[in-house]
Nanobody, 120 residues
Framework: VQLQASGGGFVETGGSLELSCVAS????????MGWYRQAPGYQRELVAA???????KYVDSVKGRLTISRDDAKNTVFLQMNNLKPEDTAVYYC???????????????WGQGTLVTISS
């Protein structure tokens, strides 16, 4: 299972970006999908997550500004980011909990990260 994240970039404060992450390979089932971020000097933190049933959760600092969604037909998770702030600057990583074909258990898989930079 491989994850490919895209959509990062440089925007001004108040701007918007949409991140996407596609899971590929021999996948039997995908459970939860999520986005994490890591800013310089900080630990990686969960930003948003979505279950297979569509339930979502967000870190308090992004509520009302970021929206996570998924397209199960395309094995893709999205993160729509609006009203971005300089403190949102970080490398964003997607994570998927999936069961690869021929295996019995779910494992966590990570994308390579995409850089989001917000100018003040």
């Amino acid at each position: 299972v491989q994850l490919q994240a895209s959509g990062g970039g440089f925007v001004e404060t108040g701007g918007s970006l949409e991140l996407s992450c596609v899971a590929s390979g021999s996948i039997t089932s995908i459970n939860a999908m999520g986005w994490y971020r890591q800013a310089p000097g900080y630990q990686r933190e969960l930003v948003a997550a979505i279950t297979s049933g569509g339930n979502t959760k967000y870190v308090d600092s992004v509520k009302g500004r970021l929206t996570i969604s998924r397209d199960d037909a395309k094995n893709t998770v999205f993160l729509q980011m609006n009203n971005l702030k300089p403190e949102d600057t970080a490398v964003y990583y997607c994570r998927t909990r999936a069961r690869a074909t021929g295996t019995a258990f779910f494992n966590n898989y990570w994308g390579q990260g995409t850089l989001v930079t917000i100018s003040s």
